[in-house]
């Protein structure tokens, strides 16, 4: 039994952008509800990728984001986290439909405190990652939106559903555990007791010098949440 009033963390559900996958997601909001939570922390990557401009605009997305209106209007705080795979969320219909964006969150719960971040930047040295997040995501990249066709747009849309439809989304790559340790022990030093990541697509649980880490199971696969208690400021992985 989850206790009412719990703080619920999820990360990389990668909803598809076709018709009909928002159904998951719209069927697992359903059962969340009824348990009365406190808030639900979008922890990044929502669906494959997101570019919240109305060209790119499909009814899978329009669904989800209804619902989370209505979540979020019922009384439970929605917060979305920035990830790699979402674009120009400020001042959308992203933003409109949730009760805020930010590229990363802190939550006090009991004696601790959490940070509550994407993880893709934690790679301060990652220089062409970094670059290209800048290319990708500043306001000129933004203003050349304007000039995209709307049938080239939706195009764009068909076309990359399809390759990522073919795609597991596993990373490759061992686990950074020394970019962890060392993001644990800076943001530790800032006073957070837990970090949790999505990204990485692995659950994980890592003390660390400072902060513990805590990486996400992605969502798309497991339906897994993070469930933190508000009073004690435990948390438990839950299957809802």
Do not use: C
Request: no cysteine; glycine share 8%; charged share 25%.
């Amino acid at each position: 039994m989850i206790p009412a009033g719990q703080i619920f963390v999820i990360g990389d559900s990668h909803i598809g952008l076709s018709d009909g996958s928002e159904r998951p997601i719209l069927a697992w909001i359903e059962r969340f509800a009824a348990l009365r939570p406190r808030a639900l922390y979008l922890n990044g990557d929502l669906f494959h990728y997101l570019i919240a401009d109305a060209k790119f605009y499909t009814p899978s997305v329009e669904k989800v984001f209804a619902r989370f209106r209505e979540l979020r209007d019922s009384g439970v705080a929605v917060h979305y986290v920035e990830g790699n795979r979402d674009f120009f969320l400020k001042g959308s219909f992203a933003e409109a439909a949730v009760t805020d964006v930010a590229l990363e969150y802190s939550v006090a719960a009991g004696a601790r405190k959490y940070l509550i971040v994407h993880g893709d930047m934690i790679n301060d040295r990652d220089y062409p990652y970094r670059f290209w997040r800048f290319a990708s995501k500043n306001p000129l990249s933004r203003l050349g939106l304007k000039f995209v066709p709307r049938r080239t747009a939706r195009k764009f849309v068909d076309s990359v559903e399809r390759r990522l439809a073919r795609s597991n989304f596993k990373h490759k790559s061992q686990l950074p555990i020394a970019h962890f340790e060392r993001y644990g022990l800076a943001r530790g030093a800032e006073g957070f007791t837990d970090v949790v990541f999505g990204h990485f697509h692995q659950k994980l649980v890592l003390p660390t010098a400072g902060a513990k880490i805590t990486i996400l199971p992605p969502w798309y696969e497991t339906g897994e949440a993070l469930a933190i208690d508000p009073g004690s400021g435990e948390f438990s992985f839950v299957e809802i």
